[in-house]
Nanobody, 124 residues
Framework: QVQLVESGGGLVQAGGSLRLSCAAS????????MDWFRQAPGKEREFVAA????????DYADSVKGRFTISRDNGKLTVYLQMNSLKPEDTAVYYC?????????????????WGQGTQVTVSS
């Protein structure tokens, strides 16, 4: 049974930083592309960032480039999202997800497994 458990969300002032973590179990973590998505109230879930199974390839939404950094530790079965220079529009529930096809960068936004989400609130 695959489990993805996010942590690290919270309330932060604009301009501040947070680091999200996502601990995985039940899958061969080192072979999966991992993503972060987010969903703000009243909006559709949107892509934030993706990282390849080795960490050598990265992909970011334009809205977070230069501010967010995705990384992973395959030994700890964990993916991270470092969020700096946070803005009120970054307020959302953040989800980590594992892509549907192991060892496939082309399908990095086709997700199979999802975590339960962690709330990030940025005050102005």
């Amino acid at each position: 049974q695959v489990q993805l458990v996010e942590s690290g969300g919270g309330l932060v002032q604009a301009g501040g930083s947070l680091r999200l973590s996502c601990a995985a179990s039940g899958l061969t973590f080192s072979t999966y592309v991992m993503d972060w998505f987010r969903q703000a109230p009243g909006k559709e879930r949107e892509f934030v960032a993706a990282i390849s199974w080795t960490g050598s390839r990265l992909d970011y939404a334009d809205s977070v480039k230069g501010r967010f950094t995705i990384s992973r530790d395959n030994g700890k079965l964990t993916v991270y999202l470092q969020m700096n220079s946070l803005k009120p529009e970054d307020t959302a529930v953040y989800y980590c997800a594992a892509a549907s096809k192991p060892l496939s960068w082309a399908t990095r936004r086709e997700l199979e497994y999802w975590g339960q989400g962690t709330q990030v609130t940025v005050s102005s």
